[in-house]
């Protein structure tokens, strides 16, 4: 499963802050993290929020597009119907698309 990620560096704390609309119709994930975006440090920061937030192992997750851009594609590796569960549980509505 994809998530669609907007991801803001130097945030003042490490959060998932809401979901946006995106132009073409659909959502985005918003989340802020400390890092700086350096040498993959932001990056990594989302990835292990997320993986915190999902409460999923961090090798589950993998950043597939956005490395050097603010608008970001994560994999969330497993099941599609139980993530999808997990994910809805877990995080605000409307945050996930199916691959």
Known sequence: ???SIRLTPK??????LG???TADG???LCIGVTAVPEKGK???ALLRLLARQLRLPAR????VSGETDRHKQVL???EPAAL????????PAGTASKT
């Not at 999808?84 to 995080?91: F, M, P, S, Y």
């Open 42 to 44: 932001a990056n990594d």
């Open 11 to 16: 945030a003042g704390r490490d959060a998932i």
């Open 60 to 63: 589950d997750l993998s950043l």
């Open 19 to 21: 979901v946006k609309p």
């Open 1 to 3: 499963m994809r998530l």
């Open 84 to 91: 999808e569960t997990l994910i809805a549980a877990r995080l």
């Open 76 to 78: 969330v590796a497993g």
């Open 26 to 28: 659909g959502a985005e």
